[in-house]
């Protein structure tokens, strides 16, 4: 029956689907047998020449679950199939008729069925369970949809800008799904070259922690060979050590750390350790100091330097200063040479850190040009970029025309400079004031992304003034109104350079987390991933004194958006928002009410699409608000039917008796709220919380001995998760992984886990 009979690879995969552990039967689908045939549209959708994404049943142990499958089509990527897939089912299945909430299947490779899926669609599916009958409906009539549907011919465009500008969003939110629809656009759209496709991707990958999949990547080889920028180079850097020498920290085996770095690390990754680039995350500085140590000859000037470099966290220089301990050499002395020179030959040996921070002080000559370039172009970093410009406008006229001559000088300097001449900013202060003074700026765009990686946000508090402060939102509202565009496509990296800070939110930055949060407002679409960054901002905000002014403000705000976007869809993010605002004080509490009303209308409007997770959490907000009395005047005649729906909840979290469960996240509240109607739904549960941002002993005993572990990769980016992972024994129930940082989707995942 298969119209692509060439595809083996297809009837491969459903002969597995449609094996024994399956009750419907292939042979009987196929040969339209009167009970199974109608599934057989279902399957020529995935088989025949132009293939298209598919949703197939498996039938066992008295119920049936469904997987969506992606196309398979060649020139289409799986990832942007599944979104699309994942909105149709929303529409058509959603929580009416069954448990799906929009997230990825977590699969179980032990069942044969399971393990068929995640082989063939690498991972990228949905699993819907519910009504058998419903369900199937529902799936009939967007079958029929879809037939009837005329294939459309092109998306209406996006602007380049505009979608990477979604796509860093995407990954500062940690919404995998949205990230890879963005690239996926730019893939099809042919905006960017393949090797700069492939840049994106590594970030992706290393923004969500995805450090084995990163390396994984067929074209890892040749991403270690091609000229990269820093940024890819640090995401490559901190994958080698998460997934290499990270178990040797967490053991405090630093001599075996040594022995692999230099037996195994080393000889595979050597391409990796060409330059540091002035970064300081702590694994990169890690990875350095073992070079130094492993490295023949060893490096004692390294070692030193990376010792000298101020405000590592106290772990991790003790980490340092054990491997440190291992070379005991002293640094040589250079003797009368003098700096030029001694730069020189330390960028011939290929040591273009040290030789770039020599280089500072050494006097204006066509040879620092030359070296700076030499270093601006293998350190891809802005603070030699800028000393480069800087020295060569300390030349002559003559001295000027003479480096010229030389052609890779001047194409260089020119790719520097850009059509319009600018001054290379060190902080956000510059860019801004850059802006400013050229509205057009071609390069701004770029420089913040880099910026964002690049500036310390040290350099910043020096500056963060009452004066300062003032300034810097003056610069932005005048940039807004000139150069709107721009200032709305680097909005990412502004929220990731402020949000990556370790100590965000810090009350010096009130001011400008505001104007930000303002900025996000303007600019939205409403997708969920800026409506979920708002919602971070807005508790940055309310961690401050802040005033009745500037918190109603923050709720006009939120109530524009609800007004704008509101739908079934978003009452996850609404819910979150008013959880938030539960937890910090309110300066004047009818506003915060005004919005819990207005989410409330929209929920009795679309009852239907509730589920009992929100029903659950929206009243224990509205316990927690003291207006219970209120429930029949904002949600009608439903709210004689949530009493048997939160009975019908606690009945299922029963099953948590005598049992551990460990949550894992960085959004406090949301997991103490959780925690919360856990404990009141089943009272012999025991719940532990975690937000270490790495592993210790308490973790590891908590991994290795709760009944569930319960792990927010939307709200999870550091050491820690891989910690989780290393130390979860594959003989325990997997780890349930949740995509979103509120509490309705960690109470989701738990309940469909306990419904089985």
Known sequence: MMKNPNNAHVRQFLERFFGASNKFNLREIEGDEAKHAKILPWLELLTQVEPQSTVLPYWHGGIVDWYAIPTQDQNASSERQLCRLSEELMGFVGCTYSTFRGERAQLNLVDPVELAVYEFTEGATIKISG?????????????????????????????????????????????????????????????????????LRVQLLAELGQWNELLALKEFANLLQVRRPFAVTQALQLAVYRTQLQHFEDNNAPESAI??????????????????????????????????????????????????????????????????AFLADMTPELGNVRELQQAELLCKSGDFDRGFLLLGNAPSSLEKVRLLLECAYELQILAAEKAALQAFDELTVEEQRVFLKVRWNQN???????????????NWFEWLSELEKQPTWERAIQIARQGATEWDINSLLIQ???????????????????????????????????????????SEFFTLYYSLLELLVISTQGSDVDLVLFNDLAQALLTTDIDTATYTEILNHALELWSRFFSPKKVDWAIDLIDILVWYPSPIPEKRQQFLFAVAETMRRFQERIDEAQWELFRNL?????????????????????????????????????????????????????????ETACQEV?????????GNDRLRQWVRNSDIVVMVTASAKHAATGFIEAHRSSQLAPILLVNSKGSAGMLRVIREYLAG
Not at 167 to 189: K, P, W
Not at 499 to 506: A, G, H, L, N
């Open 464 to 506: 963060a003034n009452a004066r300062s402060i003032t300034e810097f939102n003056d610069l932005l509202n005048k940039v807004a109104s000139t150069s709107e565009l721009i200032l709305h496509e680097s909005l990412p990296y502004l929220l990731q350079f402020f949000q990556k800070d370790e100590q965000f939110p810090r």
């Open 412 to 426: 260089f300097l020119t790719q520097l400079q850009g059509i319009q001449a600018f001054s290379i900013p060190v």
């Open 622 to 678: 509205v316990k927690d608000l003291q207006l219970t009395a209120s429930l029949p005047d904002l949600l009608g005649e439903k709210a004689t039917l949530i009493e048997s729906s939160i009975q019908v909840e606690a009945n299922i979290f029963h099953k948590l008796k005598g049992k551990s469960i460990l949550i894992y996240t960085l959004t406090e509240t949301a997991a103490i709220r959780v925690k919360g109607i856990l």
């Open 259 to 324: 022995a692999y770095f230099q037996e195994v690390v080393f000889p595979q990754y050597s391409n990796l350790f060409t330059a540091r680039a002035g970064s300081t995350i702590p694994e990169v500085l890690k990875l350095f100091m073992l070079l130094a140590v492993a490295e023949e000859p060893t490096n004692p000037a390294l070692r030193d330097e990376l010792l000298t470099i101020p405000q590592i966290e106290s772990s991790d220089r003790i980490y340092l200063e054990k491997l440190a």
């Open 131 to 199: 009504k058998a009958t419903d369900i199937w409906e529902a799936l009939e009539q967007m079958r029929r949809v879809g037939e009837r549907r005329v294939k459309r011919i092109a998306d209406i465009p996006q602007p380049t800008g505009r979608v990477l500008r979604d796509f860093y969003m995407a990954l500062q939110a940690s919404d995998r799904i949205a990230a890879e629809s963005s690239l996926q656009y730019l893939v099809d759209q042919h905006r960017l070259d393949t090797l700069n496709l492939l840049f």
């Open 686 to 694: 025991t719940v532990h919380l975690s937000h270490d941002k790495g």
